[in-house]
């Protein structure tokens, strides 16, 4: 890893496992405290919901931005350190139908669940990297897999260069966030589960169509 390239690493639930070169690990209220790292040094940071929660709801919540923690700790990223570039690798959201599933073998593909959040990652991927162009902030995707991330995929090696930000319909982004607050459907706990039967899965299916629609060639 060039760390020349990269100012601030942020390792999501099991990834920190991977490699050392981490300053901050993010999780969710049910990850396992058996899985957080046995040693914390004073040089790295753990974030949990209670801050977390709070960044995603700046821009407009969990149902519209997704409530998986990739999405989470890109909303985060953005919130909090405000950089130039996000830089996303392993967070492809495809998993093999046979063979290992995660890096530490076999586990659950938390972004296919059936939730009604996630039903287009693409249009959730596509709803953060416009909200980042906003703030003058490029996501790119480091992976050379196939991916159901919409970013433009780059490398390590270019990262010392200024990230090129992307272009977009913004009559299709001003028709979605219209729809978005037309709805209001936020809960600011972040526990949108618990209030899921007042969100229309065809209203958010509508929302997600439309941020498609800001990318479409």
């Known amino acids: 890893m060039h760390k020349k390239s990269i100012d601030h690493v942020i390792a999501i639930n099991n990834a920190w496992k991977v490699s050392c070169f981490w300053n901050e690990l993010i999780y969710p209220e049910d990850f396992p405290e058996s899985k957080l790292p046995p040693v914390v040094h004073k040089s790295k940071k753990l974030t949990s919901a209670e801050t977390y929660v709070a960044a995603q709801n700046?821009?407009?919540g969990f149902i519209y931005g997704g409530g998986t923690m990739a999405f989470t700790a890109g909303?985060?990223?953005?919130?909090?350190?405000?950089?130039?570039?996000?830089?996303?690798?392993?967070?492809?959201?495809?998993?093999?139908?046979?063979?290992?599933?995660?890096f530490y073998g076999d586990g659950t593909a938390d972004p296919l669940r059936d939730d009604i959040t996630l039903q287009s990652?693409?249009?959730?991927?596509?709803?953060?990297?416009?909200?980042?162009?906003?703030?003058?902030?490029a996501l790119v995707n480091l992976s050379q897999d196939i991916s159901r991330l919409t970013f433009p995929k780059t490398s390590i090696d270019l990262l010392t260069q200024p990230s090129k930000l992307i272009?977009?319909?913004?009559?299709?982004?001003?028709k979605a966030l219209q729809l978005e607050r037309k709805l209001n459907y936020f809960v600011a706990s972040g526990k949108y589960w618990e209030q899921v039967h007042l969100f229309d899965?065809?209203?958010?299916?509508?929302?997600?169509?439309?941020?498609?629609?800001?990318?479409?060639?």
């Open 75 to 102: 909303y985060y990223a953005l919130y909090q350190y405000r950089p130039k570039t996000i830089a996303f690798i392993g967070c492809d959201m495809m998993y093999p139908e046979e063979g290992k599933t995660h």
């Open 167 to 174: 272009s977009w319909n913004t009559l299709a982004e001003k």
């Open 201 to 217: 899965k065809a209203n958010l299916q509508k929302i997600d169509q439309l941020w498609l629609d800001c990318i479409k060639n």
């Open 58 to 60: 700046n821009y407009g």
């Open 121 to 137: 990652l693409e249009a959730k991927s596509t709803r953060l990297m416009i909200h980042a162009a906003k703030q003058g902030c």
